[in-house]
């Protein structure tokens, strides 16, 4: 049992908000009342939020990042770039491994207590049972830390028998037996989505919505994108939303990421076919790919998480720090954007997307996870409300404390699950061992 006290706001979700204790019980679910006894945390002088979801992360950029020719450089050219470092590195479980443990640390550092994970990246010919183990290494990462974890078995140009072989594999080593893609325990879900139909074919849609329908697994994938958008226009004479309504790929299990060039009617087909939205503003923006227009979206209906995409193209994973760039941003594509929206965004409009509905809030019964952010010194001073200020005011601010499932895995500014210095010591030794 956990009691969280003495906090000076709690943000239960988007509408509702109070003062008091938040409690947790053993099952690791917010509750109403708890029995006496058990761990107490104290949020003296802290405003408490449910827990950040990271609704489009690339881990394995964590160890690519900042690489020349990479920076403010057109997608069509970031793309090879990156894909030569990648082959350069050898991609095996080892890296796999190394990369996720720093990412998911820096994650639960910022506030963030699920991430999802699109990995695309495979060594040509990968086989299934590499495949298994580099998805294995990310998933035992998370684990050790005490992150939750969405694995997304992607695809970027890999042959569709090779993306059904590899996927299925990794759902077998991963969820054993389980259909519906969520561990018994939560902290494991397993989704499929190649990274677009700039690099995918029809066929390997085709391979992973198979899949998806077999085991139950949500769908997610990268969608109106600069090159997106170009190479459609160019080897379809279609849009990405049109091949994609096509092919199957705009339903309510469905979530697509970026979507920074869409038109009026492309939003309102988003809308009518329930597919949900990720937003990752700092990948898009600092890189010059565009805008999403998320207020448009979300005043069609469609529900809007946020993302930081990769280290490849944002080099950090802090998705609160987004949040505030997000608020920054919005006022070039459409009507400024209110912080508590963007907060719901980060947390359960993220979670809507993986089809998650116990994440991203603070109500009973939900996921005892949340983030204990201290609003006492003189970064928010003056700030006339706390929660606002959580992203207007102390840019690059992070957590005092975080949970997971009623487990503190930061305390103190500090891992407990493990040493920094140990997981970047790791990723350190994996690359200097290839170059």
């Given at each position: 049992?956990?009691?969280?006290?003495?906090?000076?706001?709690?943000?239960?979700?988007?509408?509702?908000?109070?003062?008091?204790?938040?409690?947790?019980?053993?099952?690791?679910?917010?509750?109403?009342?708890?029995?006496?006894?058990?761990?107490?945390?104290?949020?003296?002088?802290?405003?408490?939020?449910?827990?950040?979801?990271?609704?489009?992360?690339?881990?394995?950029?964590?160890?690519?990042?900042?690489?020349?020719?990479?920076?403010?450089?057109?997608?069509?050219?970031?793309?090879?770039?990156?894909?030569?470092?990648?082959?350069?590195?050898?991609?095996?479980?080892?890296?796999?491994?190394?990369?996720?443990?720093?990412?998911?640390?820096?994650?639960?550092?910022?506030?963030?207590?699920?991430?999802?994970?699109?990995?695309?990246?495979?060594?040509?010919?990968?086989?299934?049972?590499?495949?298994?183990?580099?998805?294995?290494?990310?998933?035992?990462?998370?684990?050790?830390?005490?992150?939750?974890?969405?694995?997304?078995?992607?695809?970027?140009?890999?042959?569709?028998?090779?993306?059904?072989?590899?996927?299925?594999?990794?759902?077998?080593?991963?969820?054993?037996?389980?259909?519906?893609?969520?561990?018994?325990?939560?902290?494991?879900?397993?989704?499929?989505?190649?990274?677009?139909?700039?690099?995918?074919?029809?066929?390997?849609?085709?391979?992973?919505?198979?899949?998806?329908?077999?085991?139950?697994?949500?769908?997610?994938?990268?969608?109106?994108?600069?090159?997106?958008?170009?190479?459609?226009?160019?080897?379809?004479?279609?849009?990405?939303?049109?091949?994609?309504?096509?092919?199957?790929?705009?339903?309510?299990?469905?979530?697509?990421?970026?979507?920074?060039?869409?038109?009026p009617s492309e939003i309102a087909d988003l809308a009518a076919a329930g597919v949900t939205a990720t937003h990752a503003p700092g990948c898009d923006v600092p890189m010059g790919w565009g805008v999403a227009p998320v207020a448009a979206l979300r005043a069609a209906g469609v529900t809007v998480g946020l993302g930081t995409s990769g280290g490849g193209s944002n080099d950090a994973g802090h998705l609160l720090a987004d949040a505030r760039l997000a608020l920054q941003v919005s006022a070039l594509v459409g009507p400024q954007l209110d912080a508590r929206d963007v907060l719901a965004?980060?947390?359960?409009?993220?979670?809507?997307?993986?089809?998650?509905?116990?994440?991203?809030?603070?109500?009973?019964?939900?996921?005892?996870?949340?983030?204990?952010?201290?609003?006492?010194?003189?970064?928010?001073?003056?700030?006339?409300?706390?929660?606002?200020?959580?992203?207007?005011?102390?840019?690059?601010?992070?957590?005092?404390?975080?949970?997971?499932?009623?487990?503190?895995?930061?305390?103190?500014?500090?891992?407990?699950?493990?040493?920094?210095?140990?997981?970047?010591?790791?990723?350190?030794?994996?690359?200097?061992?290839?170059?």
């Amino acid at each position: 049992m956990l009691t969280v006290t003495g906090a000076t706001r709690v943000l239960v979700d988007r509408s509702t908000q109070r003062t008091g204790d938040v409690l947790v019980d053993d099952a690791g679910r917010v509750v109403d009342a708890v029995a006496p006894g058990g761990e107490s945390l104290d949020a003296s002088g802290c405003v408490v939020t449910p827990g950040l979801v990271n609704a489009h992360h690339h881990l394995l950029q964590s160890a690519f990042r900042t690489l020349p020719g990479t920076r403010g450089v057109p997608m069509a050219q970031w793309l090879p770039t990156m894909a030569a470092a990648y082959t350069a590195a050898d991609l095996d479980p080892s890296l796999t491994g190394a990369a996720a443990g720093v990412g998911l640390a820096e994650a639960l550092l910022s506030g963030v207590t699920t991430v999802a994970d699109h990995h695309l990246t495979w060594p040509a010919g990968c086989s299934a049972e590499l495949a298994a183990g580099m998805a294995v290494a990310t998933a035992g990462a998370a684990r050790a830390l005490g992150a939750r974890l969405v694995f997304v078995h992607g695809s970027a140009r890999n042959p569709a028998a090779e993306v059904a072989t590899c996927a299925s594999a990794v759902v077998s080593a991963l969820l054993p037996g389980i259909v519906g893609g969520v561990s018994d325990d939560g902290l494991l879900q397993v989704a499929v989505g190649p990274a677009g139909v700039h690099s995918d074919a029809r066929e390997t849609f085709d391979a992973l919505a198979e899949l998806a329908a077999r085991y139950g697994l949500r769908r997610r994938t990268q969608a109106n994108e600069q090159v997106d958008v170009e190479v459609a226009a160019r080897e379809y004479g279609r849009r990405p939303l049109e091949l994609l309504a096509e092919w199957g790929w705009l339903a309510p299990d469905v979530t697509l990421a970026h979507l920074c060039d869409v038109t009026p009617s492309e939003i309102a087909d988003l809308a009518a076919a329930g597919v949900t939205a990720t937003h990752a503003p700092g990948c898009d923006v600092p890189m010059g790919w565009g805008v999403a227009p998320v207020a448009a979206l979300r005043a069609a209906g469609v529900t809007v998480g946020l993302g930081t995409s990769g280290g490849g193209s944002n080099d950090a994973g802090h998705l609160l720090a987004d949040a505030r760039l997000a608020l920054q941003v919005s006022a070039l594509v459409g009507p400024q954007l209110d912080a508590r929206d963007v907060l719901a965004m980060a947390t359960s409009g993220s979670a809507a997307g993986l089809g998650r509905p116990e994440l991203g809030h603070l109500r009973p019964g939900a996921a005892g996870d949340l983030c204990v952010w201290d609003v006492s010194g003189v970064f928010d001073a003056g700030v006339a409300d706390p929660v606002a200020g959580l992203l207007w005011a102390s840019p690059g601010r992070r957590p005092r404390h975080v949970v997971v499932g009623g487990r503190v895995v930061v305390r103190d500014y500090r891992l407990v699950t493990a040493e920094e210095a140990e997981l970047v010591a790791a990723l350190n030794a994996r690359l200097t061992s290839t170059v």
